[in-house]
């Protein structure tokens, strides 16, 4: 079936760091592949998206690439900051008659100054 | 302007009794999901329902009733409550086409006691 594997976490980074957050898939065909952002205590906001394979989504610093060679879609951040401190989540969809999100079980990043 | 709303947002109850959760959006979109969120994070599609048509339900016990009135309103009933259904409740919606991302609620925070 299909399925979203994430890095566990928690990943602690000092501020300025770099940010890789590993992120694979298990599908059949193509789906569209997001990630999402939890801060502590808020509901889940879209962070950035890719519908095809080799599109780059990229928003607020971050950026993930949708390798269907590798059926990866890893998050990346040059600089991180205190204020990116949050779950984030890898998450595919098909759309369509079906559209439902899969998640990835979450990886919490904590920024210390 | 908030584009997707959940009422409550913290309920607390005891085992056995039934309640509701409440879900608006104002986005235009016609799809409209409910997701829950256990306590490590976990996120899993539990009902979605297009133009107020049931589209899917993942298996979920038939103690959690979804009800459509319109579009824009999707609502989560529960009864008999049991402590497993404490949990945080995400609402979402989007439109039927495209790549299928989803705009979520910021949760019910649910605790049966």
């Known amino acids: 079936g299909n399925s979203v594997t994430q890095m566990e976490g928690p990943v602690t980074l000092s501020e300025e760091a770099f940010l890789t957050i590993n992120c694979t898939y298990t599908?059949?065909?193509?789906?569209?592949l997001f990630w999402y952002v939890q801060y502590p205590g808020e509901g889940l906001q879209l962070l950035l998206k890719?519908?095809?394979?080799?599109d780059k989504g990229s928003n607020k610093g971050f950026e993930a690439t949708y390798r269907k060679e590798t059926t990866s879609f890893h998050l990346e951040k040059g600089s991180v900051q205190v204020s990116d401190s949050a779950v984030y989540f890898c998450a595919l969809n098909y759309g369509g008659a079906t559209n439902k999100l899969i998640f990835g079980t979450g990886t919490l990043l904590a920024v210390q100054p | 302007d908030t584009a997707v709303s959940q009422t409550p947002k913290y309920l607390v109850t005891q085992m056995g009794n039934d309640k509701s959760i409440k879900c608006e959006q104002n986005?235009?979109?016609?799809?409209m999901y409910w997701y829950k969120q256990d306590s490590k994070k976990f996120l899993k599609i539990m009902f979605s329902?297009?133009?107020?048509?049931?589209?899917i339900n993942e298996t979920v016990p038939n103690r959690f009733s979804p009800k459509s009135p319109d579009k824009a309103h999707l609502n989560l009933h529960i009864n008999s409550l049991e402590l497993g259904d404490s949990a945080v409740y995400f609402c979402?919606?989007?439109?039927?086409?495209?790549?299928?991302?989803?705009?979520f609620g910021p949760g019910t925070r649910l605790t049966v006691t």
């Open positions: 979402a919606s989007s439109h039927s086409g495209g790549p299928g991302e989803q705009y």
């Open positions: 329902y297009n133009n107020k048509e049931l589209i």
């Open positions: 890719a519908t095809k394979a080799d």
């Open positions: 986005l235009g979109h016609d799809t």
């Open positions: 599908a059949t065909g193509y789906p569209s």
